[in-house]
């Protein structure tokens, strides 16, 4: 598996507008999700801080990534089975 950070994704960058109290799974594939699609159709241009709440939290992890992740959507769209 190839390693996901800025050199070797190529990837926009918003003005940190919003601060997340949290870095779970929960927000990144909902909240960060719904932020994402508002950059992409409406030039939102607002990127996320995370706050990790917890000592044992996910910051390092993200910041090794320059906070990128892997978000897999599977469900039903317009009736038919998706995977994106």
């Known amino acids: 598996m190839n390693l996901l950070n800025r050199n070797t994704a190529s ?3 918003y003005t940190e507008r919003i601060v997340q109290f949290g870095e779970g799974n929960f927000l990144r594939a909902f909240a960060n999700w719904m932020i994402h699609e ?3 159709q ?3 241009d607002a990127g996320v801080v995370a706050v990790q709440p917890i000592n044992q939290g ?4 993200l910041n090794d990534q320059d906070g990128l992740y892997t978000l897999y959507l599977n469900g039903i ?3 038919e089975a998706i995977s994106e």
């Not at 996910?58 to 992890?61: A, P, Q, S, T, V």
């Open 77 to 79: 769209k317009n009736g």
């Open 38 to 40: 508002m950059n992409k």
């Open 42 to 44: 409406a030039g939102f």
């Open 11 to 13: 990837v926009n960058t």
């Open 58 to 61: 996910l910051i390092k992890m």
